[in-house]
């Protein structure tokens, strides 16, 4: 357990050797892209590609582990992810590379591609984490620490360019919007999300019957009415009003969190655990209206996504497991990430997370992460 992880001694000189010689260059006078480029080239060949060439590696689980486990699995394998952890700048000081979540995850990342072993310990990360108020060995709500987690990285990314590239790929956008239905008066508000929260069942608490129905709901606009209405600024008074949400930008890797958990006051959070079907492939022109969403036809052209990687929950929501079915973008095969279990799976094995009202302990689909087919 107090196995130390992180990257050799040699290696680590050599990235911040290579990072200094980016800075001197910039200062000398050459274009700082070139540097970044350059120093991404150099990093690729020190890290290598977060792929399965090599065979997949698992993490071990250190007590309750199993939700942050199944979560870097699914940055690791995204390439496009580990593209932008290559180039972060490393922290000067022992102290600081010890509280840096972004550095603390790349050297994290090469042993578990240097490793000859079937797994390894993400200790050193963990801890890194304690140091921002993380708690281990208590469960984790992995929609809750996917957030955690991206806020953490994003806020550590010095680089201002690499912290906008990651917005780019993880950042959904919105625009919320409330009309007065007296004098039709609307007011708009743009928005960022980074995860859409699907429900279960609509508006009517009937039971949805596919991801795409749970999407449509998500977007259908809500009456507020009687003690609900909102204040029009051109009625100036409460009037019943229309409140609801379009869709303008779509990421690169879009992350849909399936609300199977909710908190019932006599017997405390409660887990849905019925089947709800989703599919490889959506495509959000055949699945919403034209006032669900507010984009160009350039921007609408590239909402085709294919299903990269699924968060599935087994148990209750009081006690539970978490793993990751991951689609590698390398040789397009489904894996299953179970802590320091790695197994090449099927895709009928994957649709086991649809749900099953009649087994509450089986794997049910939590995070669904999909990926831009054409990426830009």
Known sequence: ???????????TKSVLALNQKMREEADGGKSREEAVERG???????HGMADLNNGAVGLYNIGLSCCLNSLLQVFFMNTHFTVILRRIRVPIGHAEQKKNVPYQMLLLLEQMQRSKQSAVHPQELARCLTMHNLKLFVQHDAAQLFLLLWNL??????????????STLYTIQVQEY?????????????SKMLT???????????RLKTLEDSLRCFFQ????????MCVCEQCERKTPCLQGMRLTCLPQTLTLHLKRFYFRNSTGTQKISYSLPFPQSLDFNHILTQEQCHSDAKEKADWQYDLFAVVAHSGLAS??????????????KWYCFNDSSVCQVSWDD??????????NWGETAYLLVYMRKNPQ
Request: net charge positive; proline share 3%; aromatic share 10%.
């Open 1 to 11: 357990m107090d196995q130390r992880i992180g990257c050799s001694e040699k290696s």
């Open 40 to 46: 991404d080239q150099q990093l690729r060949s020190l």
């Open 153 to 166: 990285i994003k806020s550590q990314l010095t680089d201002w360019q690499l912290a906008d590239r990651l």
């Open 178 to 190: 409330l009309v007065c239905q007296k004098c039709s008066f609307e007011t708009r508000r743009n």
């Open 196 to 206: 859409l929260p699907l429900p279960m069942f609509n508006a009517s608490s009937q």
């Open 221 to 228: 606009p809500e009456q507020l009415t009687d003690n609900n």
């Open 319 to 332: 006690f539970g497991h978490y793993c990751a079915y991951i689609r590698s973008l390398t040789d397009c």
């Open 350 to 359: 994957v649709k086991c997370t649809y749900g099953n009202s009649h087994f």
